[in-house]
């Protein structure tokens, strides 16, 4: 890792650590400690990140959306805190380039892995946090969240499915299993869905074509989960 990474870094997150200390720790993966003096990875920040990054996500939308039940708020803040979308803002701010990685891990392209830059991205936050306290941690997490928290709060409950289940399900570090059948003649075919969950299904649908019969088993079992029940 060099200054001029570390300095980029700073000035993607438009935040000048006074205890630059924080920062370089919290860009160490545990793949590193075997390789170095190194006796801590960012798993510790990153724990810390995690809960800044829900504060300041969950406040902001409280704030902006006063019209939206819990349940739209919650539905709005799973879609912008997962792996995915915090491994595409991680890229967007070329943090990858930062991270101390053991050479394994490098030899891997761990420094484009989603799982690792969203973690990394967390642990980030923690030391934003650490350095200059909530209102600092918070300002960058609107900075960069704000465009996706506004694109995802147009129509919450008018969203692809099938993408909301996928983003729904990271979180629990789970995929879904679609299976799909079809009935009737060539001319006006059925098809009926089923979307599981670790063998368990979880929601079914059915629709004219198998595009609109995932749909409805993803929302079903998005529903599902939602409430509760899976």
Do not use: C
Not at 55 to 79: C, Q, S
Not at 93 to 105: K, P, Q, T, Y
Not at 113 to 123: M, T, V
Not at 135 to 150: C, D, G, Y
């Amino acid at each position: 890792m060099t200054d001029d990474a570390l300095g980029r870094l700073e000035e993607a997150l438009d935040h000048r650590f006074a205890d630059r200390s924080l920062l370089e720790q919290a860009l160490v993966h545990r793949s590193y400690l075997a390789e170095s003096d190194t006796v801590e990875s960012f798993e510790r920040m990153e724990f810390l990140g995690d809960a800044v990054l829900q504060l300041a996500v969950t406040r902001y939308l409280y704030d902006t959306f006063p019209e939206l039940p819990e349940g739209e708020l919650a539905k709005i803040r799973a879609a912008v805190v997962n792996e995915r979308v915090l491994a595409v803002i991680a890229r967007d701010m070329d943090l990858g380039r930062a991270l101390r990685l053991g050479h394994g891990e490098e030899l891997t392209g761990g420094r484009d892995k989603s799982s690792i830059l969203s973690d990394a991205i967390e642990s980030v936050l923690g030391a934003v946090y650490l350095d200059a306290g909530f209102r600092a941690a918070s300002q960058v997490v609107l900075a960069k969240w704000t465009p996706v928290i506004t694109e995802r709060a147009k129509a919450p409950g008018r969203r692809d499915y099938k993408t909301r289940l996928q983003e729904l399900l990271a979180q629990r570090g789970q995929t879904p299993r679609y299976d799909v059948s079809d009935s009737g003649p060539e001319h006006a075919k059925a098809f009926t869905a089923t979307v599981s969950i670790d063998g368990t299904v979880v929601g079914t649908g059915s629709g004219t074509s198998k595009k609109q019969a995932e749909q409805n088993a993803a929302q079903a079992a998005s529903e599902a989960i939602d409430a509760g029940t899976s």
